[in-house]
C-alpha cells in the first residue's frame, strides 16, 4: 500500500510547533551545517509534508536569489526527507506541488520576483543517479556545476523573459 502524506504549503511561515518540528528533523537527520542560520533557514521553509500518523517526513524550502551563471533571480530550492520516506518519491510529490504554487503565482502576476527555479545537487548519492542533462520527473535542465563541483538544474516559469 502506498504511504498517503499531506503535503502543506508553509511559505506564508510556520506554527511554533512546525517550527520546533522542523528544527528536530533537521537536527536528527544533521540536515544543517554549522555555518547555517537555523532560523533563518526557518524562514525559507515553503513545505511541509505529514506521513499518516502525523509525523513530519520531507520539508522543502525555497528563497529567492540571482544566480551567479545566469545573472536571474530564481528560487533555489532544497528538500530534506526522512530515510524511511525517500523510496516513496515523497521529494518529487512535494516538488511538483512546489513547482505549481511558485509558477501559478509567476503566471498570474502575483509574485514575478523569480523567473524558475534553480536546484543544486549536493547529495552524491543523487549526483550519480541524476546526470541526465534533461530531468523527466522534473522539468529541469542542466546548466553547469558551480564553484563547489555540484550539479545545477534550471527550471524557467512560462513566460520568463530574460532580456
Known sequence: MTEQYQIIDSRTGLTEQQQQQVLAMWQQGRALPSTVD??????????????????????YTSYPQVNSQLGKSFYHIRSFVRPEHRLSYLSLKMFHKLLASLEQDFVTGKDQSCIGMIAEVENPGLKSHLNQAVWKPAPFVYIGDNAQQQKVYVYYFPGAVID
Open 38 to 59: 537555523a532560523q533563518q533557514r526557518l524562514k525559507q521553509v515553503a513545505q511541509l509534508a505529514y506521513d499518516g500518523q502525523g509525523e513530519l517526513a520531507g520539508i
